[in-house]
């Protein structure tokens, strides 16, 4: 499954060789599926949406521009049909809408009639705008094409879900993380030990490119070009960087449990300040997903939390 396409987008080999045949048949019917990309933060989807677009050339030469939207941007049909879809046409544009989980629901069962999967790429959808016109409007798949991208794909309805073709990102291995950090930095890092930048690794690409982007406003800050492992150390305790790619919120909770042991959500959120919300939804995630606490009922370490809370919070 080997590919040389896509050369910028670290491992998805899978994924990229799916994608080359989408752009190969692009280039002969100016088609591609509805898309839908999916994958957790940071996990590369934009960035695989933009370079694929990148690729595509139609039966005439030419390559569809680009127009991105967020989906929570769309507060109504009624301003998708008045901003986004003029454009959209007339520009024969590749349509991304990021979070497309988020848009308004009658816009999403006005899709429904829009994507669905047909031999005719022409379809004709009517809806009643906000003053109460009937309005019909021409989407020639011909001419424009669709991907969007979910971190939460439940949230789309079943029959939505059914009219796109999803691509789910493969998760990234820490050597594969660690040449997207070094393709993103600019700084010299061959004498820094490679376990130990793996060590601040988040586990997504985008956290690692904002490692690299740090690393290179610290070395710039510093006058050097070139860092070593204790200079290393030195970046990761001033600009906050700790193990895991934690972030501070994260350490405190930590901290937090391992001096008073088990506690509920909601006296864990009263400990650090926070919304019940924002606990669950911000921090308890990548502390799951990293091994470091368990949550049975009410909120404790595991076994590697403590250790990793022994050797981190030393009293």
Avoid at 72 to 78: M, N
Avoid at 93 to 116: G, M, N, R, S, V
Avoid at 202 to 227: K, Q, T
């Amino acid at each position: 499954m080997e590919t040389d396409y896509l050369t910028d987008i670290i491992g998805q080999k899978a994924i990229k060789a799916r994608l080359n045949i989408y752009k190969n048949s692009y280039q002969m019917n100016g088609v591609i599926p509805f898309i839908l990309m999916e994958g957790s933060r940071g996990g590369g989807k934009t960035k695989l949406t933009r370079d694929f677009r990148e690729t595509l050339v139609r039966p005439d030469g030419t390559t569809p521009p680009m127009l991105e939207v967020n989906g929570a941007s769309i507060k109504s049909a009624d301003s998708f049909f008045e901003q986004i879809f003029p454009v959209w046409e007339s520009e024969g544009a590749c349509l991304f809408i990021d979070e497309i989980h988020k848009i308004h629901p009658k816009l999403e069962t006005i899709f429904l009639t829009a994507l669905e999967k047909s031999k005719n790429p022409v379809r004709n959808v009517s809806y009643d705008s906000r003053e109460g016109i009937r309005l019909t409007y021409t989407f020639d798949f011909r001419k424009m094409s669709f991907i969007s991208a979910t971190t939460d794909r439940q949230q789309l309805s079943k029959a939505f879900n059914d009219r796109l073709t999803k691509i789910p990102l493969a998760g990234y291995s820490d050597d594969e993380l660690f040449q997207i950090f070094k393709l993103n930095c600019d700084t010299n890092v061959d004498t820094v030990s490679k376990d130990l930048i793996k060590s601040r690794f988040r586990g997504h690409p985008r956290n690692c490119c904002e490692l690299a982007e740090n690393l290179d406003f610290f070395a710039a800050a510093h006058g050097v070009e070139s860092i070593n492992d204790s200079q290393f150390n030195e970046f990761c305790l001033t600009m906050a960087v700790f193990e895991h790619g934690l972030d501070e919120s994260e350490m405190q909770i930590l901290k937090i449990l391992s001096e008073r042991g088990e506690m509920s959500l909601n006296g864990l959120a009263a400990a650090t300040m926070q919304s019940r919300q924002v606990v669950q939804k911000e921090y308890e995630s990548i502390l799951l997903q990293k091994g470091l606490m368990d949550i049975s009922g009410k909120r404790s370490l595991t076994q590697k939390g403590r250790e990793f809370s022994k050797r981190t919070f030393k009293r």
